[in-house]
């Protein structure tokens, strides 16, 4: 019974410290799909999905919103093609928020613990903005990727991000950055999504 208990406190150590020295950075070539919701301090709730795809400094986004309202945007050769109802933040490209993100884990951020969550273990980081916000975000240690980001706000205000990466076949990933598909290929995830959200 020591044995095992000794062997428990041991692995988990080895985890935490691990987990607190291992490297993370962004994949480059990755696609995931973001859920995103907002509740303001008022109480009133805004969501979106999007589904992102980087691969060096080409990527795509596709957002949809509550009201199944859906905007693309893509950049290659650093020119960026949009549809009309895109907004200037998906036009300036995932990349950008997903720097910010390595950059406070990296350094601004605390590391607190390893959780588990569906049996996976992710790393946990606190950031604190003082009299602004604390955001605190988990990273799956096995892909470098943010698996959840959660922020409070001074006002009461909260924010909710969970992201997962997605496989993109062969055929879809030829075609993903060119400037005239401007129509969506990840509808599927949008409108289940969106389906969820009715229920």
């Known amino acids: 019974m020591k044995i095992w ?3 428990t406190c041991f692995l988990t150590a080895c985890a935490v410290s691990w987990a ?3 490297p993370m950075q962004m994949p480059s070539r990755v696609t995931w799909v973001e859920d995103f919701s907002h509740r303001s301090a008022r109480g009133e709730v805004t969501r979106s999905c999007g589904v992102h795809s980087k691969e060096g400094d080409q990527w795509r986004s ?3 919103t509550d009201a199944a309202d859906i905007s693309i945007a893509i950049c ?6 949009a549809t009309g109802n895109a907004t200037a933040e998906m036009k300036a490209g995932p990349g950008g928020r997903l720097k910010e993100i390595y950059e406070a884990i990296t350094g601004r951020a605390k590391f607190e613990i390893v959780d ?7 790393s946990r980081y606190r950031e604190v903005r ?4 604390t955001r605190i975000i988990w990273m799956d240690r096995a892909t470098g990727f943010p698996r959840r980001i959660s922020t409070t706000f001074a006002d009461g205000a909260t924010r909710e991000e969970y992201f997962r990466i997605i496989e993109v076949d062969i055929s879809t990933r ?5 400037a005239n598909t401007l129509y969506p290929f990840f509808a599927h995830y949008l409108d289940e999504w969106h389906a969820r959200l009715k229920r």
Request: aromatic share 12%; charged share 20%.
């Open 5 to 7: 208990i000794f062997l």
């Open 62 to 64: 596709e957002v949809a």
């Open 116 to 122: 588990i969550m569906g049996g996976v273990g992710y």
């Open 20 to 22: 607190q020295t291992a």
């Open 76 to 81: 290659k050769g650093g020119k960026v093609t």
């Open 130 to 133: 003082a009299g602004s916000w």
């Open 174 to 178: 030829r075609r993903l950055f060119d």
